[in-house]
C-alpha cells in the first residue's frame, strides 16, 4: 500500500531517457490556461461560484497564479532554486485563496521542506487565524524515510535536497534523481538533473495549489495545524501510469525547460547545453 502510494507520488524517475520537449510559449500559455481553468474547478468544487463575478475572479487569479509557477519553473531549470520556490509558493498562495472564495492576497503560504505557515494578512475576507502551521505529508514521510535509505539532506541553491551514497546508481545507473511530491532526491550531481527534479518539486507545488480538500484541519493544541494531502498529485500520477514516459506532461515540462546534458556530467562546461547559471551543486 505504501510502495504503491510513493509510486504515485514520484512524479520523476530521472535517467537516460529523455522525453518529447515542446516551445517555450507552449509551456507559458499550457501553465496559465491550465491553472485558470484548475482554479476555477477547484473554486467550483468548494462551492464558492456564484455569480459570473466568481468565475471572471477565478479565472483571471488563476491565469496569474499560472504565468508565477511558469516563472518558477523557469528560475529553477536556472538554477536558482530558493527564489524559484519562493514564487512558487506565491502563485500557489494566488490560487489557493481565490479557488476557497478568500480575497487573492487573503493569506500567503511559505514553507521550507515539509513544513508550510499559512498567514492571514489585513485583505482577508475572511474569520481565520492569523496562523496556520502545515505539514505536508508526503514530504514528512519521505523525508523521514530517506535518511534510512542512505540519503542526507543538503542545501542546493536555498532549497532542500537528499543526496544519496551513490550505492543506488551502481545497481540501477538511471536511477540518478527522483522528486516526490517536493522532496528531491539525488544521485548526482549533474546539474541539468538536479534542475529537472526541482522543477518536478515545484510541479507538485501547483498540484497542491488547484486540488480541493488539499487541507484537513487538526485539533492538536493552541497553534491550529493542518495536513497537506496531496491526492490531487497521486491522481495525476495514476494517471500517468497508463501515459508513455516521454509523453507525460510533467516530463514534458521539465524536459522543455531544462535540456538534457549529453555529456553526462563530464565534459567541460563551454560545451555543455545546460542554460547559464545552473548550478554545479557539490
Ligand atoms: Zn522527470
Not at 93 to 114: D, M, T, W
Request: glycine share 10%.
Amino acid at each position: 500500500m505504501l510502495a504503491r502510494l510513493v509510486l504515485l507520488l514520484t512524479v520523476a524517475l530521472s535517467g537516460c531517457t529523455a522525453s518529447r520537449t515542446v516551445s517555450d510559449g507552449h509551456i507559458q500559455a499550457s501553465n496559465i490556461g491550465v491553472t485558470a481553468v484548475a482554479t476555477l474547478a477547484s473554486r467550483a468544487a468548494q462551492g464558492k461560484l456564484h455569480s459570473s463575478e466568481d468565475v471572471a475572479t477565478a479565472l483571471g487569479a488563476g491565469a496569474l497564479s499560472g504565468l508565477g509557477f511558469y516563472h518558477s519553473k523557469a528560475l529553477a531549470a536556472r538554477g536558482r532554486f530558493g527564489t524559484a520556490l519562493a514564487l512558487g509558493y506565491a502563485s500557489a498562495s494566488i490560487a489557493e485563496n481565490v479557488a476557497e472564495g478568500e480575497h487573492i492576497l487573503g493569506a500567503v503560504r511559505y514553507g521550507f521542506g515539509p513544513l508550510d505557515v499559512r498567514l492571514r494578512t489585513p485583505l482577508s475576507r475572511r474569520d481565520r487565524p492569523p496562523a496556520v502551521l502545515e505539514i505536508n505529508a508526503a514530504s514528512a514521510t519521505t523525508m523521514a524515510a530517506l535518511p534510512i535509505l542512505g540519503y542526507r539532506p543538503d542545501l542546493e541553491a536555498g532549497a532542500l535536497v537528499f543526496r544519496g551514497d551513490g550505492r543506488s546508481t551502481e545497481t540501477d545507473p538511471d536511477r540518478i534523481g527522483f522528486a516526490i511530491g517536493r522532496t528531491v532526491g539525488l544521485d548526482t550531481d549533474r546539474a541539468d538533473v538536479v534542475a529537472h527534479e526541482m522543477v518536478h518539486a515545484i510541479q507538485s507545488l501547483h498540484v497542491g495549489a488547484v486540488t480541493p480538500g488539499y487541507r484537513v484541519a487538526l485539533e492538536v493544541g493552541p497553534v491550529p495545524v493542518a495536513v497537506q494531502v496531496d491526492w490531487g498529485l497521486a491522481a495525476t500520477g495514476a494517471l500517468h501510469l497508463v501515459v508513455p514516459y516521454e509523453n507525460r506532461w510533467t516530463e514534458v515540462e521539465a524536459f522543455s525547460l531544462v535540456p538534457e546534458d549529453p555529456c553526462m556530467g563530464v565534459c567541460p562546461v563551454d560545451m555543455r547545453t545546460a542554460p547559464a547559471g545552473v548550478s554545479r551543486g557539490r
